[in-house]
């Protein structure tokens, strides 16, 4: 058990204290149990509250009947990283019992179903409350099948009677779940009452939870970071989606589907302003997305680590001939195929350098799902005018679990198609070469296919070529053009996300994090500084570094780079690009699959400043 659980809630001796609006609660069930309407209504009904709350669905990646846990983070405080304990579990799987005991926190509560045998494994530090909630789901409901799926609501309304829910918000929430169903409305209001009217006569509580309505999600959403991504791709401009399904970013590509069919067809002539391809591999999908890239369409594709594996050959080719392509690798656990549903950031270094040879990308890291929305967006301005593939690296925690997020502002500013020529601009400059610098940012200009005019270039060269896209094996030509290329990734910092900086007064220690890892800063560095260490903060948004991050390492004693992968691949690359400052940093790792949790991030630093004092 984490040295920091339940550190920053007040306890009291020799009576009870109310724990409000501070909690962890899980549900743990089966995959397939009809659940996930249920845990959904739950998470909507404490955010109509106005209380912070976040979700994290852990479930597997094979078929129905497997475990599945479903927590919700309740914070006053506006934590919503994950918590390593539970503070109130929902135990409906008797084959996880054992584990989900133990996983409760002390002074935590367990609701379980009564109608199991007995379990082994009880404990005398928490709260048990049996609830039959088989007898129940049978004594109310004849259809078999509906009882297994509203037994799920039934545990919905014991938690609504201990933790104090509005049965009200309760009620609107499960209304816009099942909006189009009102039988369905009816009979799982009918089951959140059976729970209700139970938890009221059958359990006595003896736990210090409860929630209470706040106002702190004025202005906020729940979305997760993979609909955000979808929306800001159609936001961007994107008008091409070449995929193949691939967990955790699968719906990803479906929902930005869904926005096409009802946002990009002509109301007057029915026609489609859009193409959609299911490649038969992720090979043929970043092949499509290339293609449509050259073709002057702004295209996407979306995939995990061993669809990345696949794309490398696209990917160095789209560099080399300078192709603007956007690509959205939602991370999950690897290597090769990994685990599925688990979360890690373990692509950082193979997206950045990915291809045969000297290889850079720019590579964007959305830390929430409004920077899904909005890197999305600018993806496509950076391919466009970098002239490159651009990736953006989300991961299955940020991707496919819900977020409260600031309301997404729409955008302002135009699309930046970048160094384009069209027939009139040909007319004028007189010759073109399609890959001279002409303005000194090793950025050079492109014409698109099928523009009028006979300077216009309909081809690119993916073989050795000079700066008028001549096939050449001269040496010379060859430095040339890769120099360029790195130079061209140089000016990228420029139009790159800047880091986010957060400082403390007198404080000399350093944390460096980036992408979803942001999610437990807040919390974690409150837990450093219960402990009398206070930390200055950089969030990195993209690569290439830029020169915010050696000013950081160098204005700090010591640097400690949090990430979600074993090998400390983002402080591997900082080294590289900041050498003589490298003794100052140090590696705080989390790669377990689950998503990182603030003690574990406040734990490893606190450890390593602890061997270094």
């Known amino acids: 058990m984490s040295q920091f659980s339940g550190h920053l809630r007040r306890e009291t001796k020799g009576h009870m204290k109310q724990i409000i609006n501070d909690c962890s609660i899980c549900a743990a069930t089966v995959n397939g149990s009809g659940s996930q309407s249920a845990n959904n209504i739950l998470l909507k009904t404490i955010f109509r509250m ?34 390593k304990e539970i503070d109130i579990l929902v135990a409906l799987n008797p084959a996880t019992w054992t584990d989900d005991v133990r996983s409760v926190n002390k002074g935590g509560v367990l609701v379980y179903n009564s109608d199991f045998p007995t ?19 049978e004594e109310n409901f004849t259809e078999v099948k509906l009882r297994k799926l509203l037994t799920n609501m039934i545990y919905v309304g014991v938690l609504t009677e201990l933790l104090g829910l509005d049965i009200e918000v309760l009620k609107s929430a499960v209304s816009d779940n099942f909006s189009s169903k009102q039988k369905v409305v009816d009979s799982n209001l009918k089951a959140v009452q059976v729970g209700i009217d139970f938890a009221k006569t059958g359990i006595k509580k003896t736990d210090p939870f409860r929630l209470e309505k706040m106002d ?56 489609k302003k859009f193409a959609v391809i299911q490649a038969e591999d992720e ?55 990994g685990l599925p549903t688990r979360t890690m950031q373990g692509d950082v270094d193979f997206s950045y350098k990915l291809s045969h040879g000297d290889t850079n990308h720019p590579v ?23 002239q490159t593939p651009v990736f953006v690296l989300s991961d299955l925690d940020l991707g496919m679990n819900f977020w409260t997020s600031n309301e997404f502002k729409n955008p302002t500013k135009p699309f930046d198609r970048g160094k384009v020529l069209d027939a009139a601009a040909l007319e004028k400059v007189g010759k073109f070469e399609r890959y001279r610098d002409i303005d000194g940012d090793a950025i050079p200009y492109r014409t698109l296919p099928g523009t009028n005019h006979k300077l216009a270039a309909y081809f690119v060269r993916g073989s050795g070529h000079n700066e008028g896209a001549k096939y050449t094996e001269k040496s010379e030509d060859y430095v040339n053009l890769v120099d360029r290329l790195k130079r061209k990734i140089a000016t990228a910092t420029k139009y790159m996300p800047e880091p986010v900086l957060e400082t403390e007064s007198g404080a000399k220690i350093g944390v460096l994090a980036y992408g979803s890892t942001d999610l437990a800063m807040a919390e974690a560095r409150d837990l450093l500084r219960s402990q009398g260490i206070k930390t200055n903060y950089l969030r990195v948004r993209a690569l290439p570094c830029s020169s915010d991050v050696i000013k950081f390492f160098e204005s700090n004693d010591r640097v400690y780079v949090v990430e979600q992968n074993r090998d400390g691949q983002m402080e591997q690359l900082i080294r590289v690009g900041i050498g003589k400052n490298f003794s100052k940093s140090r590696s705080v790792t989390h790669y377990d699959g689950m998503p990182i949790d603030a003690s574990s991030i406040a734990e490893g630093i606190l450890t390593q400043e602890r061997e270094s004092s």
């Open 364 to 386: 964007l890291f959305p830390a929430n799902p409004e920077e899904c929305f909005e890197f999305s967006q600018s993806a496509f301005d950076l391919a466009d005018r970098l």
């Open 216 to 271: 702190k999600n004025k202005g906020k959403i729940i979305i997760d970071g993979n609909s955000a991504a979808a929306l800001g791709c159609l936001y961007g401009g994107c008008s091409v989606v070449a995929w193949y399904p691939i967990t955790p970013s699968s719906s990803l590509c479906e929902t930005l589907i869904d926005y096409f069919e009802e946002f990009r067809i002509d109301k007057a002539t029915g026609k």
């Open 119 to 137: 379990m082994a494994g009880k404990r005398d530090d928490i709260v048990y409350y049996p609830v039959p909630f088989k007898k129940l789901a």
């Open 283 to 337: 090979l043929a999908a970043i092949g499509m997305t290339m293609g449509a890239g050259w073709a002057g369409a702004r295209a996407m594709t979306a995939t995990a680590g061993p669809g990345i594996s696949l794309m490398a050959e696209f990917a160095g080719f789209g560099y080399f001939t300078e192709v603007p392509a956007v690509i959205f690798d939602v991370q999950r656990v690897g290597p090769s195929t």
């Open 50 to 83: 106005g209380i912070p709350v976040g979700a994290k669905n852990l479930f597997p990646s094979n078929i129905s009947g497997l475990p599945t846990w479903y927590t919700l983070r309740v914070s006053k405080s506006g934590y919503t990283a994950r918590k």
